[in-house]
């Protein structure tokens, strides 16, 4: 199979927008003012999206050897195996019933990773991923009205999703809201935004790899089901076996197409596809513990800027995420008086 | 207050002041599910692990308990045997299992650890805890007053609660609005076993009783706090407007950020069983006969009283039970049996489920600021 060469990575594929940074401040308090709100209704701090967990669970990430040179990048340069935590979660920033359609996340912290980070003393390589290829909210300004609609309309769902289609009228829109609700195991995860992927430039994503996983996707939650039973369903799995995932990066072959300021476009897989780098291995084990859920809500934190400088996060998408994650993390975590803590070994997560 | 009203002989403990209820068993059984269910219910809307009544703090103050000297024989009991001071915890909170808006009606309570107390406890342990609670709310009785009604109106509070909230917040809207009206031609019910149909008033100028029986030395009472300071004297029965999910928690922070709070602590001895029922907690004991009376003086200094340390360590890791207590203090009727084994089940909920630990504080050190 042959691909068409991928862009190379330049610092000018970036373009700031007019006003950024007042648009970040304004995206920062407007999502910390609907934590604050959910703080009332909850009276513990979650974060401000993907707060409900599904599983939390420990495993391995192996990337692979003999990879071709566009994409020995990065962490992908050489064959290794890093341990690794992953926590599946649902995408609002409320504690919904998993009866109710929502985008899912699957966080994922390759730790321990040698080389030169986005920040000195951070130690792993983050990828936070969502179950659909594109963000419907694909730059900072009009993520803004979304998270505008979010804090105006909180706690009224419909509501919330009315707002942002009046002011953005694409069937995208409600992208998020349309998403099957199977089995979080069952579903592929991608990054939406761009990342710098060394010389080049990329997306990523984890796609099922056992026909186990891939069989999940025919069962939908049954109306009536418990609030909770994806987390029954995720624990339910791994206590009698492994789940697989490929590791997968899109290059970006044509910075017109696949615009990296704008992550509501999906970049057409038949001109470059998603391509296999690395496994992800996460053995039988239970997933949803006590300990290991209050720690991973709690006292961890996943952050897509949690990384190689070879990763960069690109796109306004992106650069809101940098100040975003870190402020309302701090919030989230001074609101529950808890210390920030992040593992460099599976050792420090509880079982 | 003198001593020459009161009746000379007040009821004398013995164990045999508690009657085990028909079924009682069954009962307390039954309960422990209800509880379960409603510590579930919670933890599915929350992810988070709350008490399974009294879940919501409006604000955790530090204290001291002075004992009063010079108190009569009758009343030189147990904790209050010996005059002093001892730091204390109060935790105010609100009713229901669950965190809901204050706008749905309900009732208060004032929790409050007494600290550094010796002697030999109720509950056993290798190391006793040097601890004794009271848990108050803000009505002197509860219409919950045995173990087999209590049963029968959880199981209804069960069902309201599964309403949504906008549901259960138009409902007791209704409730109090009725109640409202009854009470201007002079009736008042309550009205709902958790006291959804209170107005909306100042928790701090209220009034908290235990509601059931403990033990008081060699005597049987019931104990009060009520606030005394003209700061807090001022707002009893002052309507507040809740706009706010946490308003009362709001203007307990207000308050306290910048005033102190004084409260007595006051015992109603039983003079016998007939008129001071120890197996039926609803029934009002007449103070014309028996009436509250001082024992001990409660006060705060300004605080901050819902710093994140500091809720997150109540709500958390510090449990209020009535079972913390003296063998002088033990609690007594089914009302208040019922609640061992399901202060201790909603105990090792919390704790497991948050990964928390949970246990009697050493000393008022640990409380953070």
């Given amino acids: 199979m042959t691909y068409e060469q991928p862009i190379r990575y330049r610092d000018d594929l970036e373009q700031e927008l007019p006003d950024e940074e007042a648009i970040v401040s304004e995206t920062i308090a407007l999502m910390r003012q609907t934590m604050k709100q959910t703080f009332e209704e909850t009276r513990h701090g979650t974060s401000g999206t993907h707060a409900k967990s599904h599983g939390v669970v420990t495993g391995r990430f192996e990337v692979l050897p003999d990879l071709p040179p566009e994409l020995a990048q990065g962490m992908f340069a050489v064959p290794a195996t890093y341990e690794t935590v992953v926590r599946f979660a649902s995408e609002p920033g409320g504690i919904d019933p998993d009866t109710a359609q929502r985008a899912r996340g699957a966080a994922v912290k390759v730790l321990d990773v040698p080389g030169e980070k986005l920040r000195d003393g951070w130690t792993s390589q983050d990828f936070l991923l969502n179950t659909w290829p594109i963000i419907p909210q694909g730059d900072a300004k009009v993520y803004l009205d979304a998270i505008r609609a979010r804090a105006e309309h909180h706690g009224h769902y419909v509501r919330t999703v009315a707002a942002t289609m009046a002011k953005h009228p694409a069937p995208k829109g409600t992208l998020f809201d349309r998403t099957p609700n199977i089995h979080p195991l069952a579903f592929s995860y991608y990054s939406q935004g761009a990342f710098r992927y060394g010389d080049h430039v990329a997306k990523f994503n984890i796609a099922p790899a056992t026909d186990r996983q891939r069989e999940l996707a025919e069962q939908t939650v049954p109306a009536g089901a418990s609030p909770g039973i994806l987390s029954e369903w995720v624990r339910d799995f791994f206590a009698g076996q492994e789940a697989r995932f490929e590791f997968r990066v899109q290059l970006n072959v044509d910075p017109q197409a696949m615009p990296i300021e704008d992550a509501s476009v999906e970049w057409d897989e038949t001109r470059s596809p998603y391509r296999t780098v690395a496994m992800l291995i996460l053995p039988a084990q239970e997933s949803f513990s006590p300990a290991r859920r209050v720690y991973a809500e709690d006292v961890m934190s996943w952050r897509p800027w949690h990384g190689l400088r070879a990763f960069r996060p690109l796109g306004s998408i992106n650069r809101v995420r940098r100040r975003g994650y870190e402020e309302l993390g701090r919030w989230r975590h001074d609101i529950n008086a808890r210390t920030e803590q992040n593992p460099t070994s599976l050792q420090e997560v509880p079982a | ?369």
Wanted: negative net charge; charged residues 25%; aromatic residues 6%.
């Fill in chain 2, 1 to 369: 207050m003198t001593d020459r009203d009161q009746p000379t002989t007040y009821l004398r403990y013995t164990p045999d002041v508690e009657v085990e209820q028909p079924h009682e068993a069954e009962d307390i059984q039954a309960l422990r599910e209800t509880f379960a269910q409603i510590r579930t219910m919670a933890f599915d809307k929350l992810r988070h692990a709350v008490r399974d009544a009294h879940a919501k703090s409006h604000g955790v103050l530090a204290g001291t308990l002075r004992i009063h000297d010079d108190l009569p024989t009758e009343l030189r009991q147990g904790l209050f045997a010996q005059t002093g001071e001892h730091p204390v915890i109060i935790r105010f909170s609100t009713a229901p299992g669950d965190i809901v808006s204050d706008g749905i009606g309900s009732a208060f309570g004032m929790a409050i650890k007494v600290l550094d107390v010796d002697g030999e406890k109720v509950l056993p342990g290798k190391q006793q805890a040097r601890t004794q609670d009271f848990l108050l709310v803000n009505h002197p009785t509860i219409s919950s007053g045995d173990v087999h009604t209590y049963r029968r109106d959880q199981a209804v509070l069960l069902q309201t609660s599964k309403a949504p909230e906008g549901m259960q917040l138009a409902a007791t809207t209704a409730l109090r609005a009725g109640a409202d009206l009854l009470r201007k031609v002079g009736v008042d019910k309550t009205g709902g076993p958790a006291g959804q149909a209170k107005p909306h008033v100042n928790l701090l100028g209220e009034t908290y009783w235990s509601q059931g029986a403990i033990r008081y030395g060699d005597h049987v009472a019931k104990v009060s706090a009520a606030p005394v300071a003209e700061n807090l004297t001022a707002l009893t029965g002052e309507h507040v407007s809740v706009r706010e999910p946490s308003a009362y928690r709001d203007l307990t922070s207000a308050f306290f950020a910048g005033n102190a709070g004084v409260w007595e602590l006051q015992v109603q001895l039983a003079t016998e069983l007939e008129t001071t029922p120890v197996e039926d907690a609803s029934v009002a004991w007449p103070e014309d006969v028996t009436p509250y009376r001082t024992v001990a003086t409660l006060t705060v200094d300004p605080q901050d009283s819902f710093s994140p340390a500091r809720r997150v360590y109540a709500d958390d890791e510090l449990s209020f039970n009535p079972w913390h207590c003296l063998v002088e203090h033990q609690p007594l009727g089914s009302i208040q049996r019922v609640r061992r084994p399901v202060y201790d089940d909603s105990v090792d909920f919390r704790a497991t489920t948050n990964a928390a630990t949970v246990e009697e504080p050493g000393n008022i050190d640990e409380l953070p600021a």
